[in-house]
């Protein structure tokens, strides 16, 4: 499956962004889609992912300004963020996979597909 992330850009802290991942090649519907994000010289963090049944999960440092949401007719996952603060700064990616279980969803490692990221920048 080949992975698109869209939908960064530079904007105010207090401000909202939605990123969106698009999926080619398979039926996204069977997939686990997280969002991951980076900053130099640290590791990819998780940010949220959504399963296939429809359940969702969330980092601590995001629960309740962020939000996952998927379109399963057009192969396409969501994250709105809202209330941004400069900490939130990062290179976002997205990324795949079936079967995972529930205490591997917040590995990078654990995804096999992953999209080339997408640059949120937020100010002060």
């Known amino acids: 499956v080949q992975l698109q992330a869209s939908g960064g850009g530079l904007v105010q802290a207090r401000g909202s962004l939605r990123l969106s991942c698009t999926a080619s090649?398979?039926?996204?519907?069977?997939?686990?889609v997280g969002w991951f994000r980076q900053v130099p010289g640290r590791d990819r963090e998780f940010v949220a992912c959504s399963r296939s049944g429809g359940r969702t999960r969330y980092a601590d440092s995001v629960k309740g300004r962020f939000t996952i949401s998927r379109d399963n007719a057009k192969n396409t996952v969501y994250l709105q963020m809202d209330s941004l603060k400069p900490e939130d700064t990062a290179v976002y990616y997205c990324?795949?996979?079936?079967?995972?279980?529930?205490?591997?969803?917040?590995?990078?490692?654990?995804?096999?597909?992953w999209g080339q990221g997408t640059q949120v920048t937020v100010s002060s």
């Open positions: 090649g398979r039926t996204f519907g069977y997939y686990t």
């Open positions: 990324a795949a996979d079936q079967g995972l279980i529930s205490s591997t969803l917040e590995i990078p490692g654990q995804y096999d597909y």
